[in-house]
C-alpha cells in the first residue's frame, strides 16, 4: 500500500520542498533541464514564497514530493479584486490516478476563498486528454487562443 498523501501550501521556509517539486516537475513534464539547471538561490525561493503573488501547494507521500502546483495571484485594475492563475501543475508517474491533482487544486481552492480571490484560471494544451479531463471535472471550459510575444525580438 502507498504511504497517505498529505498537502500543504507551502511557506517561505520551504525552499527544499520547493526544489523537490521543481524537480518532479522536471522529470513529470519530460524536461529535467529547465526546472532543474539554473534554479534560483534560497533567497530568491524566500522572497517568493513570502509574497502575496506567488503560491506553492506540495504533496507528500511519506517524505517524497510526489505532486505540486504553484501559480499566480493576479490583482486586476478594473475591480478591486485577484484572479490566480494555476502555472504549473503535475504529479509524479507513479502517484497518479490516487486523486493527488484533485487534492492540490482544492487545497489551492480553500486557500483561495480565503484570500478573496474570485476565480482560478488554467490552460491545457491540445492532446493532453488527462489534464483536461481534470480541469473539466473542476471547472468550466473557455476555448481560447493563446500567444507568445516575445518582449526583446532576437537577431537573427
Known amino acids: 500500500m502507498s504511504d497517505p498523501v498529505q498537502v500543504r501550501i507551502l511557506g517561505p521556509t520551504d525552499t527544499a520542498p520547493l526544489r523537490a517539486m521543481l524537480a518532479m516537475f522536471g522529470a513529470a513534464f519530460e524536461d529535467v533541464p529547465r526546472y532543474t539547471e539554473q534554479q534560483p538561490d534560497d533567497a530568491y525561493l524566500q522572497r517568493l514564497l513570502a509574497s502575496d503573488t506567488f503560491v506553492a501547494v506540495a504533496a507528500w507521500a511519506g517524505a517524497e514530493v510526489v505532486g505540486g502546483l504553484a501559480g499566480y495571484v493576479l ?82
Open 75 to 156: 490583482p486586476k485594475f478594473e475591480e478591486a479584486r485577484s484572479e490566480f492563475y494555476i502555472y504549473d501543475l503535475a504529479v509524479d508517474e507513479a502517484h497518479r490516478r490516487r486523486g493527488i491533482a484533485t487534492a492540490l487544486i482544492e487545497a489551492l481552492k480553500a486557500h483561495a476563498a480565503a484570500r478573496g480571490i474570485y476565480v482560478i484560471f488554467v490552460q491545457a494544451d491540445l492532446g493532453d486528454d488527462p489534464a483536461i479531463a481534470l480541469y473539466t471535472k473542476l471547472g468550466t471550459r473557455e476555448d481560447v487562443l493563446h500567444f507568445d510575444i516575445d518582449p526583446a525580438p532576437r537577431k537573427g
